[in-house]
């Protein structure tokens, strides 16, 4: 008698001779006569079934196990039989059924489609359907291809911090962190909370990037990236914004916008071929349910070199098209999404990198052109999705970035280790920002961050 | 000409005929005379320098470069020569140098010793010294073989949500999150904060722990893990507790407390087999340097089986001990840290799992044996750290879990959704929780968590 995973019944080879195997998982559906008993049973390990033949004759049980609800836990002990006519490739012929655990009759994810809506409430059981099991499948494999890839090419790992007491370009609504008492708070003079009291002795928030703290790991390593939480306090309830998201943040010395495209390129084409190669099983049933391009998609991110265009180009394009934007295009605005689903689905058809934005609506640190106008700025914008990466060169020049800061309004004082980098050594260096949830959607073919995400945080919802 | 890396001329073939080669790095040090200078340049990819040879004749600016103060980066071409009889493989004869940051001479890290105190203060730089270069490789080399080992046995990854509304087995103080105007905050009627004017809509906090948000994935996925940052908001200033720290968390169902063992076991033998094999150099750094008995200790480790006991026996081998404990011993009381490295230092020697403790001091999840006494939980003790994993099985049993819930008086109604897990289709199911930077502690040497960490946080100070 063996315990094995249903995974391996599906990807090795079933080679038990006479030998009885157990295998233990849930109920997903159950027909039943009489005397015999056909159990779908989901073991966690592979999004598809095994099915079990369970007969009144020789099953002691066999009444009690054929009422069980859905989503109870058996342990199944049989002979695994190939069936190689039939739609599955094998069935196991139970001699003994072990009930684990008995559910509920009302368990809400019974045998009818559930809106994805409804799904967002029971954030604890929706992994027991097949799409959020496949997304969240997809989730894991995704961040190791990512953690491999870049551990592969010689890059480090590296923690930034997730409180912070700096507010990263002045990104958007931050989080503040306290633990200073909710009734009786002290106060200063002009009525504000007395952070020096606090736990840190000062103004604390949640991160809304590690970026800036990750440069001076590259400055000692050459390779380094960040792959962790950041948070943004936006009133926005779009499907594409979520209060708490994962970013992958990779930074190169010793490198120039052109590694930026070149890296994250191969980056990207490495996450699909990942999965194409491990979660084909997945990718297919979302192919199947949720977007039926998916996979044609996937083949043409591996297969294909990404677009590269420059944004002076890119507003060119945008003049040229027939098309009724709502918000005009002209050299110097910053792209709407209408802009970026128009150059990366219409246009192209497949990822697009757009460089050399103008210097005005781009964060302080990112490297001047030549030109006075732009800046060494990269953005990759795919179909459906936008921009899924935003990279830049970064401003080496000492001289240059403070007066940039001083421009930008930037205080000086809070920015003196980032101005270190320059004085101690530097040296040329760029990276770029992934959101990984936008990454999922791209992979999943999911319409909404929030089903994308184990338990997504938005604005005005916080269960579990 | 052909840009290479250092790490590469020092563990990959060095076959480049005539051809010249380009390593990009910073100055170590310099000794110059009036005809030939020696230059140590680190690249950043290892820990060890390459020597360049500069030699006035043949190089325009060979006054400017050996000027140049340390820290100040360069592009060198030249020819790589094996030097067999010499300390180091083989030199760089400079044929060309390109000065592509030119340092301040009062750059932090001159080439004397600097204390770890000293150096938290400068985090941003620190990652240049040998001590921090080495701790922080070993750092992401470490996450990654976490990851490996579990995904490659299956493992899903699951993101469990770092801000949340709950407060898991009570553990400490947490982090307050909040977007609340801190000026004109609105109020309740009793003087409180009013939560329901808050982001989320009601109060919330920075996670202590993912484990309760994880099960559900346990429950779909079968084995599963977290792996993110967790926070306490502890009034502790001991070398071994942070404000901010990273967790692995797995969970895996059909699986009881012996399961625990074997899994961690595995896993913390990979880790440290991993670094054995890819931070060879590192570690002998560190155990030259910071602790002469760390890689006989890490040797021990994957060679060794880690020994196993119970509580109870653990309680009498220190009743038994010649040694006057500060805290006096008797079945009962939670192990203080001179029980935990009596135990795994003098009495073993190595690392040694101690099962089955008393459930009065334990989390209420943790399944009651059936002594009535105890619960099936495990902690691991290992040399100079102390309690490096803690797990358990989980109470399975609604009713039994019910019960304790009602006796360690948690609300019923923030832990619906965990009860549910036991009413649709609950199976016997454990986990365990890994400290991270204690691991890294562990397999550094270092004796501080604030020099594991790139940039720490603990009460009152928050730099970065």
Redesign the interface.
Known sequence: MKDV?V?DLYTKPRDFGDESITV?G??RTTRSSKKIAFIELN???YIKNIQVIAKRDGLDNYEDVTKLPI???L?VTGKLVETPDAQQPFELHAEAIDI?????PD?PLQKKAHSLEYLRTI???R??TNTF?AV??I???A??AI??YL?KN?F???????????DTEGAG?M?????LD??D?PKTD????DYSKD????E?N?TVSGQL?VE????????VYTF??T?R?EDSHTKRHA??F?MIEPEM??AELPAVLDRSEGLLKYVVQYLLDNASEDLQFLNDNVDHDLLDLLHKTVDEDFARITYTKAIELLEKADVDFKFPVKWGIDFNSEHEQYLAEKVFGKPVFVTDYPRDFKAFYMRDNEDGKTVAAVDLLVPRIGELIGGSQRE?REDILEAKMKEFGLPREEYE??L?????????HSGFGIGFERLLMYVTGMDNIRDV???P?V??????
């Open positions: 995973l995974k233990s849930w109920i073991d966690g390990t989503s109870s836990t342990k684990e655990g008995v559910s509920d368990f954030a604890h059981l992994p027991r099991y969240f499948k989730r894991s494999l961040a190791f953690h491999e551990q010689g480090v790992y590296v923690n930034t911090p997730i409180i912070t007491s700096s609504e989080f503040r962190v306290t633990t909710d009734q708070t002009d009525g504000k909370n736990f840190f002795g000062e604390t949640l703290q001076p790991f590259a400055l000692a390593f050459r390779d962790g939480p948070f306090a209060a708490e994962w010395a010793f080496e280790w980032y270190d980098l320059r004085k101690y050594g530097g040296t040329k995400i184990p338990y945080r604005q005005g919802s916080i269960n579990f």
